[in-house]
């Protein structure tokens, strides 16, 4: 299941501590086919920068479904994460941001929130421009529309280090993490509150 990796995720399992510990092993319904199909093993890793980590794996018998995700395994209090980014430093920094965490660029008022088929996912701040700009790139796909012209300038000129922005993880159940200097960590408040509301809708339909 390698390839389906994040290379940030690979890297880190390469420098593992200790052999990974089978935690868990269960048979549950696949969100992409809808049959009880889909087996999931979940391992408890000790890596370099996060420490312990549950990583969760599966493969669906019934459509070749692949399912991963990834959480630190001390939780801790629900906590809005907010990192300062100026350029290609902070682009850097490594990151887990778990199935349940919501995501917002603040000055651009990008959101990412987590629905019932989210997972989590180790990355780089940058990754994180990247998995905006596909999404942007797949809703203007054939459209010559100034806002997606301007928002995808925005984007490569973010990923490239040159803009300034604000990168907030609503982390609802204390298990995502950042690595690096121009990271805060305050307690949940409206801002996030209002992306676990629109969560909820997610859930709800
Ligand atoms: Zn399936």
């Known amino acids: 299941m390698a390839e389906d990796r994040d290379s940030e995720l690979e890297d880190l399992l ?43 794996e599966g493969r669906c018998s019934n459509c070749g479904y692949r399912y991963s995700d990834v959480r630190v395994a001390e939780v801790s209090e629900p906590k809005k994460i907010i990192v300062r980014v100026n350029g ?13 965490a919501a995501l917002l660029i603040k000055e651009k008022g990008y959101e990412m929130v987590p629905g019932p088929a989210s997972t989590g996912f180790i ?17 203007c796909a054939g ?12 984007l490569e000129r973010a990923i490239e280090g040159l803009e300034s922005f604000t990168l907030i993880i609503c982390d609802f ?3 995502s993490k950042v690595v690096g200097d121009n990271v805060e960590e305050k307690p ?18």
């Open 14 to 56: 390469s420098k593992a501590k200790r052999e990974p510990v089978l935690l868990a092993e269960e048979t549950v319904v696949c969100p992409a086919c809808g049959k009880p199909t889909l087996k999931v093993r979940e391992y408890l890793y000790e890596v370099p920068y996060f420490g312990k980590i549950v990583l969760g």
């Open 88 to 100: 290609e430093k902070e682009l850097r920094y490594l990151l887990i941001k778990s199935a349940t």
């Open 123 to 139: 990355t780089t701040v940058e990754g994180i421009l990247h998995r905006f700009l596909d999404v942007l790139e797949a809703l």
């Open 143 to 154: 459209r010559d529309d100034p806002t997606c012209r301007d928002n995808k300038a925005w």
């Open 173 to 175: 159940e204390g298990t």
């Open 188 to 205: 949940i408040d409206e801002e996030c509150e209002r992306l676990y509301e629109k969560s909820l809708e997610y859930l709800r339909r």
